[in-house]
C-alpha cells in the first residue's frame, strides 16, 4: 500500500518529475524518513499489460506537447530527448550506462572551453557505484578505460548482438580496443529489498520503446518502487503549473492541474526534475531562480553521428540489448596520422541494433529515400548494423531556451529550442564520420550512409559557483530561492561525452545526500 | 517478394506474441478507410496520390491506407512533441503543401499533379525535396521540410503496418519465447528466411 499525504498538510518535500533526477532523490528523501510527494505529468504504466512491441503504439511514452525547433541544426523532441510518465524517459532509454571519466568534468582547465564542473569525479564516484550495485548493472569484468573501478558490475555482460559483432570485427582490423558495454538491464535475475525480482533480459531489443517484462532497469520498477517502499506518494497525471513563491522568499505551495481540477500541496522544499526542458520553461513560466539569466541558457546536445551499413550476414537487428558494444579509445582521440586533433574533448563509440520503424524513418528524413529505392534499401533492414558516437557537446550563447508566443494544448506558452553545432562539434563529427565509415568498411559493410543528429538535450540551469553565471550551486540549491532545488540534466554545465542517464541518477543522490546533511541530520528542524 | 508472405498474421495467432501486442497490431490489420475528415476528399485523394509516389504499394492486394492514418492524426489534432520552426503548425503545413504541389503541377507541366504521368510526377516531387518547385506557396513554406515531414510520416506509417513488416522479414513482434539466438547469422525458428537474395 502506498503512503498518502493530504494536500492539507504541508510536506517535507516537493518532488517533480519521477525520471533519472527525480526518483532516486525521492527514494532518498524517504529513506530519511521525509514525507515527499512526487509528481508525474504523465501515466503510471503498467508495463507487461500496457506496452505493446510495437513501436507506433508505445509512442505515449514520449513527451509529445509540441517544442519549437530552431536554429541551423533544430534538435528533434519526441522519441527523442523527452519522455513522461512515471519513469520519465527511463521509459524508453536504451539502458547504456557509461561513467563519465575524470577529465569529463574539467573541460576547461584542459582544454580552455566550455565550463569545469564545480564538483570532481571523486564526489560522484561513489555514487556511480551505488546505483549501478541498485540497478544491477550488467557489464564486464574488467571495464579497460578510466580510473579502475573500485567494485566490479554487478553482473555480467549481456550476449553481444550482431551489430556488436560487427563492430568488434571491425574494430579489431583497425586496431581499436572495444568491450562489451555497461548497460542497465539485467543479464541474470536480480533481486533487491524494498524493489522484487527482476527478470533477465530476454533480448527483445525494445529498450527505446519500452521494456514490458521489467529487465531494464527505468525508473518505474527500481527507484520508485523503492521509494514507495520508505513511505514516498506517487501522484501520476499531475502537471505542474505553477510554484508559489512566500513572503519569506521561499516556495510554499506547488500548484498543478489533475483531471482538469487545480490541486495545491503546501510543502517546505521543492526539487524540480522536469528535465532539461520543462525544468527551464516552469522557472522561465514563473520568473523564478534566475537571478543570473542562466535559466534556459547553454542549451547542449551530444553530437550523435549514427553511420549504418548493409551486410552480408543476417543482422536481424531487433534482438538483443541494442548498445551491445563500446570503445572509449575515442575519449581522447588523435588525428587519422596520429597527431593531435582539432577539437577539444572526445566521444564514445557504441554498436546500435535498430527497431524497423526507427530505421525507415531515419533512412526517410536523413537519407531522403522515397518510391522504389527506400523500398529497396527497407529490405535490407535484416542486414544493416549501425555504429554510433556520443561525443562532448560546448556551450555557446547561440544555443538557447525561449518561451515562445504561440500555445500548447494545455493554454501555456511552447518552448523554442535554438540549437547549432559550434566548429567543436563539427569537427568532431568529422572525425568520428570518418573513424566510422573505415570501422563499416573493415567489417565488411556495402551501402554505408550517415545519419546526422544530435543526441540527449543538456544544460538550460547551470549548476556553478558563482551566483552570477549560475543557477543552482553544486549541491542543486538555487541561488535565489533556499528551497528550491533542481535535480536533473539542466544543471549539468557541460554535456560530459556519455551517456547522461548514469550521472543523473548519481548526481541526485548526491543532491539529496548534501541537502539531508545540511538539515543536520533533522532535515524539518533546519527548513 | 525476398520473404515469404503471411508470417506476421500467421506469428498474431499463436501464444508467441503478447495479448498488448496482438491487439494493437490486429487492428492496424483491420482498419478500413473512412472518409477524411480534416482533409476535404480532394485533399485527401492528392495526398493519397503523392504518397503512391513517396512509398509504392502495387503489388499489395491489400493497400495500406498512409493518407487515412495522417487525416486521422491532424484530425486528433495529435503531434509528435516537436516540430521546426520554420514551419506552421501540422495541419495548416499539410493542407499547404498540398495546394504547392499542385500550384507547381500547373506551373511546370500545365496540369493538376494527378493528371500528370508516374514519370512527371516523381520529377516533380524530387523538385519539391530539392526545394527546386516553382510557385508562390514555397515563398510562404520551405518545400524541402514540408517534403521531409510527409515522407517521415508516410515511412512511419507504412513500416509500422504488419503487412509491410512482413515485407521486410520482421517479427520482432514474437517476442513471448525470448531471444536466444542473436549473434550474426543466428536465427529462430519462427524468423522468416529470405527466399532468393
Redesign the interface.
Known sequence: MMKTYSTTETVDAVIIGTGAGGAPLLARLAKAGLSVVALEAGTHWNPA?????????Q?KL?????????GND??????NN?GTGVGGSTLHYTAYTPRAQPDDFQLHTDFGVGVDWPMGFDQIEPYYEEVEQFLGVSGPAVYPWGPARKRSYTLGPL????AG??MERGCKELGIKTSAAANAALSAGYYQEGVGHRPAC?????CQAGC?IGAKASMDVTYIPLAVHYGAEIRPECFVTQLVKSASGKISEVVYIHNGQEIRQRCRNVFLCAGTIETARLLLLNGLANSSGQVGRNVMAHPGLQIWGE?D????P???IPGALISEDTHRPKDHNGGLVDFAGGYLLQSIGV???TY??Q???GR?L???A??RA??A??HVAGINILGDCLPYDHNYLELSDEKD?RGLPKP?IYFTNGENEKRMTAHADKLMRDIWTAAGAKNIWAFSRNAHVIGTCRMGNNPETAVVNANGQSFDIPNLYISDNSTFPSALSVNPALTIMAVALRTADRFLRNAGGNPLSAL | MPYPPNTVRDLLKTDQVTEATRQELTERLNTSSHPPTFFTAQECDLLQAICRRLIPQDDHEQLIDIAGNIDKRLTENKGDGWRYDVMPADGDAYKLGLKGIDESALLRFGQSFQSLSTEQQDVLLGAVQKNEAPGQIWQQLPADRFFEELLTEAAENYYSHPLAQEEIGYVGMADVPTWQRIGLNQLEDREPRAEGI
Do not use: C, H
Request: charged share 25%.
Open positions: 499489460r500496457d506496452f505493446a512491441t510495437d513501436e507506433k503504439s509512442e514520449f513527451w509529445n506537447d509540441e517544442r519549437l525547433s530552431a533544430p534538435l528533434p523532441f519526441g522519441s523527452s550476449p553481444i548482438n550482431g559483432q560487427l530476454a533480448n527483445r531489443g525494445f514490458n551486410f550476414e543476417d543482422v536481424r531487433y534482438k538483443g527497431m524497423p520503424v525507415m524513418t533512412m526517410a528524413r531522403g522515397w518510391g522504389q527506400l523500398k527497407a529490405l533492414y535484416n494544448i523554442r
